[in-house]
């Protein structure tokens, strides 16, 4: 077996512990990289919050099975964080959406991050960055994040190409992995902070950035599909959608059909 290259975007620990996280590793390749955080994220003696991030992942998900790609180098981790009360509020995966789309848009000021209910960061309509989060035992979560800072959607799958956003497709340049995580976490960990001491906040933070306000959305539950036009968020993360029968609040539900989750064995 040939050695593994060097990266093209090295990742510089020093930074990232300078930017609040504890625990850094860096993986040439991995299956995922939510595998070896849950590893850390069982051990109590891991400080925390840690990052795990991997040049290159082979078996990348997102939720519900569905699949996840992305280019070699762009920015795959998981970060281990303390809930401090059991599992994390279900408001913490929208937290970290908004955080993301803030951090892009503060970072590359030409891109116009949107989240797609619950936490897909879009641009134009195309995915840019998915985020999953489980939850484990000991008040610990984990935020699986991918972010396509380099690749050309032209690269990805045909079937879901013309889903697929690219920094580099949007901006002519890949952007350093290091340098869009280093401004992430600190507005993460403030948001979080802020929703502690006020969760009607989440709204206000997440309405300017709500990709479906005002448009028709098709939500599938559990007990079926339902159609509405999208009013927003509530303050527990909920979707609102304004119905044939009234107004609904769904707090569960994926607005992408089951027939049409792409997997990557597909």
Known sequence: ??????????????????AGFATVEVLAAAES?????????????????????????????GRRGAGWWQAEGGLAVSIVLATHAGSPPPTWSLACGVALAETL??????????????????????KLAGILV????????????????????ADAPPAIAHRVATLPDLTGAALPRGRLLAAFLP?????????AA??????????????????????HTADGRHHGVCRGIAADGGLVLDTPAGRRHFTSGSLTDPAAVWRADD
């Not at 991050?113 to 309509?125: H, I, L, Q, S, T």
């Open 1 to 18: 077996m040939s050695p593994s290259l060097p990266s093209p975007d090295p990742i510089d620990p020093a930074a990232l512990h300078a």
């Open 198 to 219: 006020d969760p009607g906040q989440l709204p206000l933070r997440y309405c300017p950035l709500c990709a479906l306000d005002g448009k028709p959305v098709t939500i």
């Open 105 to 126: 848009r503060s970072v590359q000021p030409a891109v116009a991050a949107v989240v797609r209910w619950p936490n897909d960061v879009e641009v134009a309509g195309r």
């Open 33 to 61: 990289t939510m595998i070896r955080s849950r590893e850390l994220a069982a051990d109590p003696g891991c400080p925390l919050p840690a990052a795990v991030i991997a040049d290159r992942q082979t078996k990348g998900r």
């Open 187 to 195: 507005r993460f960990h403030d948001l979080l902070g802020l929703l």
């Open 134 to 153: 489980d939850a484990v035992a000991d008040g610990r979560a984990i935020f699986g994040i991918g972010v396509n800072t380099t690749g050309s959607a």
